[in-house]
Every structure is written in structure tokens, then in C-alpha cells.
């Protein structure tokens, strides 16, 4: 699928994996909209970008507020690439070490925003992009979700993590079937250690040393490595209800 002239929407692309993601598609010719809870980083973004980029800011959560902001997305352009990297995560253990029970509130709202919010803007997305013309061989578009490794190799203290990238695996291949009637493609991308903000926050140490238990490269990973397969995932029309790890081999430890 051509990228360059339609419309792109990147939840989560105000920083990280997302904003790494909106730069390469809007060098490739898209018009993006930015959906994220960082206004700052996300108009200072949209800013930058110029052109047709737009921010908007969106609880993926919610169930309007998305409706609304997919909507505005496909205005000056067809909608057909949705990539889903919004998300938090949470350390807590089934029980505590006082043999307490694993906090509810907290697997709810990682949950709420990783597994809900994941579908909620696939949905109005799907919506959008089925009533897009049909391209070559029917298709219409692609939605990217974003998994994590963390959905086969859970470690300790990831119990609510892993259930919510575990989730959206799980929802990839029965959306793709779902979709395939109106031409559109589902993959999920599950990432392994890579350089977002959050990692930054290590000293430089701890980050070499999760880098040198990458198999190969010995490198966390970079949002471009990420950004790369996002295009890649566009352009290869046959590429459809995968979820494809994007670790360096690596197989996280219990710890």
C-alpha cells in the first residue's frame, strides 16, 4: 500500500515509539494525526512537522473523544493506516511480599488503557478505513497494534503488563478475519527492550546491561527499528494477521 497521500493516525505518538513513527510516516507523505495525553509534547510535535499534522488530545479509552478524533483524522485525506502505541505499565506481583493481594485498581486501569484502549481505537478506526475507495487487490488499510515481549516472557512483577499485551496478540488474528471482508489488515508488532524515554531514565550502566542480554544486535532498540516496521507492515500487502517480535532474539529471564 502506498503511504504517501493518506491519512495516518499514531495514538501514544507524542513521544517514544510514536513519535518515531509519525517522522517516518510524514517523510513518507502522510498526513498524521498525533493522539496522546501530552499536549506539550504533542503540539510542540505537530508544530515541527508542519504541513497537515494534527494534534489531538485523547484518552484512547474513551469511547467519544476516539470517535470523534477518527473522524478528524480522515478530513483532508482517506484514512487508512492506524497504529496503536499508547500505553502504560505497572510492577506489582499476584501477591505482596506482606502476602497482600496484587493491587485491583492498577490492573484495571493498565488493562483500561493498554487492552481497551488498544480496541477501542482499532474499532472506529476499522470503521473509518471500510469506507475508504478499495486500492489494489481490495485493500483499504492496515492497523498496527503494539504488543511487547513482555506477552510471551512475562517476568516477575508483570503480571497486569503481560495480560494486556498478551490481549492484543490474542486479538490479532481474529480481527484480521474480521476485517479481511473490507480489505483491511491487522498485525501487531512486540517489541523487546528499546530506547523510549522511560529507558533513559537508567544510569548508563543498567541500560548496557539490559543491552548486552540482547542476543543481536547487543543493543536496546531504537524508535526507528520500530518506525521501519511500521512502513514495512504498510507496503507489504500480504503481510496480514501476525504478530512479529522485534527483540533481537532476545528471551527475557524470570528477572
Not at 48 to 68: P, R, S
Not at 126 to 141: C, H, Q, V, W
Amino acid at each position: 500500500m502506498e503511504i504517501k497521500a493518506t491519512a495516518a493516525l499514531v495514538t501514544g505518538g507524542a513521544s517514544g515509539l510514536g513519535e518515531a513513527t509519525v517522522r517516518r510516516l510524514t517523510k513518507l507523505g502522510a498526513q498524521c494525526t498525533i493522539l496522546d495525553r501530552n499536549s506539550d509534547k504533542g503540539e510542540q510535535l505537530a508544530k515541527e512537522l508542519g504541513g497537515n499534522t494534527k494534534f489531538i488530545n485523547v484518552d484512547v479509552a474513551d469511547e467519544k473523544a476516539v470517535e470523534e478524533a477518527v473522524s478528524i483524522a480522515g478530513e483532508s485525506a482517506p484514512l487508512r493506516i492506524a497504529v496503536n502505541c499508547a500505553g502504560i505499565g505497572w510492577v506489582g506481583r499476584t501477591i505482596n511480599k506482606d502476602s497482600s493481594p496484587h493491587d485491583m485498581g492498577s490492573f484495571t486501569k493498565v488493562l483500561e488503557v493498554n487492552l481497551i484502549g488498544t480496541f477501542n481505537v482499532m474499532r472506529w478506526a476499522a470503521s473509518a478505513i471500510a469506507k475508504t475507495e478499495p486500492l489494489e487487490f481490495g485493500e483499504r488499510g492496515v492497523i498496527i497494534n503494539t504488543a511487547s515481549i513482555a506477552a510471551f516472557d512475562g517476568q516477575i512483577g508483570q503480571l497486569a503488563y503481560s495480560a494486556s499485551k498478551g490481549g492484543i496478540v490474542g486479538m490479532t488474528l481474529p480481527a484480521a478475519r474480521d476485517l479481511a471482508a473490507v480489505g483491511i489488515r491487522v498485525n501487531t508488532i512486540a517489541p523487546g527492550l528499546m530506547d523510549t524515554p522511560l529507558l533513559a531514565l537508567l544510569p548508563e550502566p543498567q541500560r548496557q546491561a539490559l543491552a548486552a542480554g540482547v542476543n543481536f544486535p547487543k543493543r536496546l532498540g531504537f524508535g526507528d527499528d520500530y518506525a521501519s516496521l511500521v512502513q514495512q507492515i504498510c507496503e507489504n500487502g500480504y503481510l496480514n494477521g501476525e504478530t512479529i517480535r522485534l527483540d533481537g532474539g532476545l528471551r527475557m529471564p524470570p528477572k
